[in-house]
C-alpha cells in the first residue's frame, strides 16, 4: 500500500505544480489555478507560522508514506526532491527554495491578471 501511496503523491503533487505553474494559461482551468495559487501562498506563509515557512500538506504526507517505506533522509522542499529525482543531481537547498518562490509568485502574478482580465471583460 506505501508503495502505491508514494507513486500516487509523486504523481498528484507533481500534477498539482504544473497546475500551479501553468494553469492560468487556459480559460477553463484559470479559476481552479488561481484557489490552488493561493491555497499554497497560505499555506506556505500562514501555516508555516505553525510549521515551517513553506509548509506542504502534500509534502507532509508524502514523507510519512516514504518515512513508513524506509526513506529518512528526505529533504525539507518538495521542489528539492523532485529536481534531484528527476535530474539525479543533489540542488542546493537555498537555490530551489529561491526558485520554488519565484515560480510561485510568477504564477500568481499570472493567474490574478488573467483573472482580473476575464472578469473585466465579462462585465463589459
Known amino acids: 500500500m506505501y508503495a502505491f501511496l508514494n507513486v500516487f503523491f509523486f504523481i498528484f503533487h507533481s500534477s498539482l505544480i504544473l497546475l500551479i505553474l501553468f494553469g492560468w494559461i487556459w480559460k477553463k482551468t484559470r479559476l481552479v489555478n488561481l484557489a490552488v495559487v493561493l491555497l499554497t501562498a497560505f499555506s506556505w506563509t500562514v501555516l508555516g507560522i505553525w510549521y ?73
Open 52 to 124: 515551517g515557512f513553506g509548509f506542504c500538506p502534500c509534502t507532509e504526507w508524502h514523507w510519512q508514506v516514504r518515512m513508513k517505506l524506509g526513506y529518512y533522509d528526505m529533504p525539507s522542499s518538495y521542489t528539492k526532491f523532485l529536481i534531484d529525482a528527476l535530474t539525479g543531481l543533489d540542488v542546493d537547498q537555498r537555490l530551489s527554495d529561491i526558485l520554488a518562490v519565484s515560480l510561485l509568485a510568477v504564477a500568481l502574478a499570472g493567474s490574478v491578471w488573467t483573472n482580473v482580465r476575464d472578469w473585466r471583460r465579462k462585465r463589459k
